[in-house]
Nanobody, 125 residues
Framework: QVQLVESGGGLVQAGGSLRLSCAAS????????MGWFRQAPGKEREFVAT????????NYANSVEGRFTVSRDNAKNTVYLQMNSLKPEDTAVYYC??????????????????WGQGTQVTVPS
């Protein structure tokens, strides 16, 4: 069992930056692949980024490639999402998720086993 708690969301002007954190409980955090997803009002949850168990491989949605960076610190049981050059269309609730297949870089939310409660990111237009 893994429990995930996101933090770091907030209101930021267009062009600004935020860093989201996702703290995980459990001694097996280092074996999980981690993903970030987001859901805007009235829209389905969408993939943002994922990172494998060691942090050696990552994958991003086209919409955030080059602006967002996912990283992890297994010693701290934490995964991060650095978001730069934020746009109004990045406004959403951001969720982190853990997948038991640590080597996989899934974009499909159904592949993840544990989810956090989400943190709101708002970029006014």
């Amino acid at each position: 069992q893994v429990q995930l708690v996101e933090s770091g969301g907030g209101l930021v002007q267009a062009g600004g930056s935020l860093r989201l954190s996702c703290a995980a409980s459990g001694r097996t955090f280092g074996s999980y692949a981690m993903g970030w997803f987001r859901q805007a009002p009235g829209k389905e949850r969408e993939f943002v980024a994922t990172i494998n168990w060691s942090g050696s491989s990552t994958n991003y949605a086209n919409s955030v490639e080059g602006r967002f960076t996912v990283s992890r610190d297994n010693a701290k049981n934490t995964v991060y999402l650095q978001m730069n050059s934020l746009k109004p269309e990045d406004t959403a609730v951001y969720y982190c998720a853990a997948g038991q297949n640590g080597g996989a870089l899934y974009q499909d939310s159904r592949r993840y086993d544990y989810w956090g409660q989400g943190t709101q990111v708002t970029v006014p237009s």
